[in-house]
């Protein structure tokens, strides 16, 4: 399976962006899905994850960023409100398949004023 990250971009602090994760194959809506971030010159971090309706998120971006998904068009979504300079990053798909992990080539999210 192929993971396609879109939709980041530069948004102003407070602003807000919706990412996308396509898969080039149906996904299971019990398959969790998860979305993690890497800023520069940091470690990947987890943000959130989404599998057969529940969702948990990193306590950084709680109350600030919501995951869905549209399974007939196999995407995954991370709405990102209330955005920070600290969200900057290039954010990442990633989700396991027969016990071997996919990932998506990553979308950069960029907070500036």
């Known amino acids: 399976v192929q993971l396609q990250a879109s939709g980041g971009g530069l948004v102003q602090p407070g602003g807000s962006l919706r990412l996308s994760c396509t898969a080039s194959?149906?996904?299971?809506?019990?398959?969790?899905v998860a979305w993690y971030r890497q800023a520069p010159g940091k470690e990947r971090e987890f943000v959130a994850t989404?599998?057969?309706?529940?969702?948990s998120y990193a306590e950084s971006v709680k109350g600030r960023f919501t995951m869905s998904r549209d399974n007939a068009k196999n995407t995954v979504y991370l709405q990102m409100n209330s955005l920070k300079p600290e969200d900057t990053g290039v954010y990442y798909c990633?989700?396991?398949?027969?016990?071997?992990?996919?990932w998506g080539q990553g979308t950069q999210v960029t907070v500036a004023s």
């Open positions: 989404e599998g057969s309706g529940m969702a």
């Open positions: 990633q989700t396991w398949i027969a016990n071997k992990p996919y």
């Open positions: 194959t149906s996904i299971e809506s019990t398959r969790a």
